[in-house]
């Protein structure tokens, strides 16, 4: 009798249509690591980097086509194209099986067929869930392994159940013609055809622990979300939780493992997560976080002792690099690692390189890393009842509008600031960056159903939490007119997270605005820090005429969603309008 016979079903079904010449069940195991990083090396998938150095490093060059994540190609097929929402592409599934589903037939011919099975959350918590990804890539099994709790963990906790988000991945011919990124929730099932890169192809992180949790969350009363998850720890030596939610490539990362600077070291930043966090209610009445995965998979662009040393020391061992640049000594280099770029680079195309060039790694580049290897990881990271949040951050990167940093009023007006937030797009996605997108809780992209349900579902939760978090805004990224960022961040945002824990406390001085609780121009401590005359004001200006503007922008952008948006969004909405136009009245 096989043990785990549903999942043994589909792993016959997908193999008789996709005919690979071997299956390959993964366990996880060290040994299973080296064999395929050995068969990587020999076929050129994955390059050695200096082992003196960067023991256990090794580099993998996408194909040029294959840099990022491709949300055109990406499709959420509910049988109602109203679930699914107008901000998600939509494809009916008996269409998107026909028409996808040819590209899986024979797919993985003359590959191997790997049968990854792995664990989204610590092993004995009750929030985790398993999925199952097949593949026929090796690169994707290696970073699964860093990125999930996978193997022999996951079996044993699916039993002879047949309760697990099902995956299927391959790599097709890469063509952008033929890639398509599917989800099909009320079934639980991802297929990804076409793209060996990160988001697209290591199914656990975005396709499963955001778009298909996002709506199994809806469904059982919890929260998944593109957020942080840290621990601020204050002289005093207590803890306090935040989760914040940024945009692709605004920061997450870095504020997930601050280093104070010397005038505030008795602020500690503990890292839990850096990119997603399920969110339940606990049995305590408090929203409670875990980070579903088990490494990080980081932006490395900009990456140096400056902006993320705790980043830089987790990545020096064990870790895949996917698109980086490469100097004469076999180590990993990127744009904004040293202040001058070595000589005799080669580029992320395996081309030598020379300065004025462009980049030298590409601008969405990646390390794939173990989390326990990050120095501010916090005792806590694998806790299985999750860490007790006291303070939603949401923030975008806006040159203009959004203050420093400011408070809302309750939860509702939060979810409103949450549903109303823009950012200007980044490399972490195919398509023009810099341009300004409405982005509401940074979920845009992942959230795997109708935007406007998922608003009635974040106030809905607010009313099930006896201890609701407060809920802020940030922005890291406001510039003077000259274009130069008004605002140092990396470390110096201790500043900003500091006011926020006053907050959270019931200390910490704010001005009612018409947008929420503005810090005053003395509330952040800023020993230490000197900003040019007149640059605290204006980070923390409200502009009558620029959120005018904003206001109009968030009303085409609700009424996209009207046939669904909760009353409550309309309702904070206008309560906007009426607070900004006594603003341009005085
Ligand atoms: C990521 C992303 O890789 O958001 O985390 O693109
Ligand atoms: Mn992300």
């Not at 990456?303 to 180590?331: C, H, Q």
């Amino acid at each position: 009798m096989p043990q785990h016979r549903a999942l043994e079903q589909w792993v016959d079904q997908v193999a008789s249509i996709t005919r690979p010449d071997r299956i390959h069940w993964c366990d996880g195991s060290e040994e299973e690591y080296q064999v395929l990083i050995e068969g990587m090396l020999r076929d050129g998938t994955l390059i050695g980097l200096n082992h003196q150095r960067y023991p256990g490093c090794y580099l993998h060059r996408s194909h040029p086509s294959d840099v990022a994540r491709t949300e055109h190609l990406t499709f959420i097929c509910t049988s109602r194209k109203e679930d699914a929402g107008p901000t998600n592409n939509w494809m009916e599934p008996k269409e998107a099986r026909a028409q996808v589903g040819k590209l899986f037939e024979g797919s993985m011919k003359g590959r191997t067929m790997f049968v990854v099975p792995y664990l989204m959350g610590p092993a004995g918590s009750p929030y985790s869930k398993i999925g199952v990804e097949i593949t026929d890539s090796p690169y994707v099994v290696v970073n699964m392994r860093i990125m999930t709790r996978m193997g022999k963990v996951a079996l044993e906790r699916l039993g002879e159940s047949d309760s697990f988000v099902r995956g299927l991945h391959s790599l097709g011919d890469l063509s952008p013609d033929r890639r398509f990124i599917l989800h099909f929730p009320e079934e639980r099932l991802i297929w990804s055809i076409g793209s060996g890169y990160g988001g697209n192809a290591l199914l656990g992180k975005k396709c499963h622990a955001l778009r298909i949790a996002s709506w199994i969350g809806r469904e059982e009363g919890w929260l998944a979300e593109h957020t942080l998850i840290i621990g601020v720890e204050d002289p005093s030596g207590q803890v306090t939780y935040m989760a914040a939610a940024f945009p692709s490539a605004c920061g997450k990362t870095n504020l997930a493992m601050l280093v104070a600077p010397l005038q505030l070291s008795g602020y500690k930043v503990w890292t839990v997560g850096d990119d997603i966090a399920w969110l339940h209610v606990g049995p305590d009445g408090r929203l409670r976080a875990i980070n579903p995965e088990a490494g990080f998979f980081g932006v490395a662009p900009g990456t140096s002792v400056k902006t993320n040393s705790n980043m830089l020391a987790a990545i020096d061992r064990n870790v895949i690099f996917t698109n980086v640049a490469v100097t004469p000594d076999g180590e990993p280099w990127w744009e904004g690692k040293d202040p001058t770029p070595p000589n005799g680079l080669v580029d992320w195309q395996g081309n030598p390189w020379t300065p004025g060039e462009g980049a030298a790694a590409h601008p969405n580049s990646r390390f794939t890393v173990p989390a326990r290897q990050c120095p501010s990881i916090s005792p806590h990271w694998e806790d299985p009842e999750g860490v007790p949040i006291s303070a939603i951050i949401f923030g975008g990167r806006r040159a203009r509008v959004a203050p420093l940093v400011y408070q809302s009023y309750s939860w509702q007006h939060g979810v409103f600031v949450g549903a109303g937030m823009a950012s200007e797009t980044t490399a972490a996605q195919s398509g023009a960056v810099g341009v300004t997108r409405r982005d509401p809780m940074a979920m845009i992209p992942f959230c795997g159903y109708n935007m406007a349900d998922y608003f009635a579902h974040w106030l809905d939760m607010g009313q099930r939490i006896a201890h609701p978090p407060a809920i802020f805004h940030v922005n890291w990224f406001r510039t003077d007119t000259q274009g130069r960022f008004l605002w140092p961040g990396f470390g110096e945002n201790i500043r900003v997270l500091k006011w926020i824990l006053e907050r959270v406390q019931g200390q910490g001085k704010a001005a009612e605005t018409p947008i929420g609780f503005v810090p005053t121009s003395d509330a952040l401590e800023m020993d230490g820090l000197s900003l040019p005359a007149g640059a605290m004001d204006e980070l923390l200006r409200i502009d009558a005429d620029a959120w005018a503007a904003e206001h109009a922008e968030q009303g085409l952008f609700f009424d996209r969603l009207a046939a669904r948006l909760p009353v409550q969004i309309r309702q904070e909405h206008d309560m906007l309008r009426q607070r900004l136009s006594r603003l341009s009245a005085t």
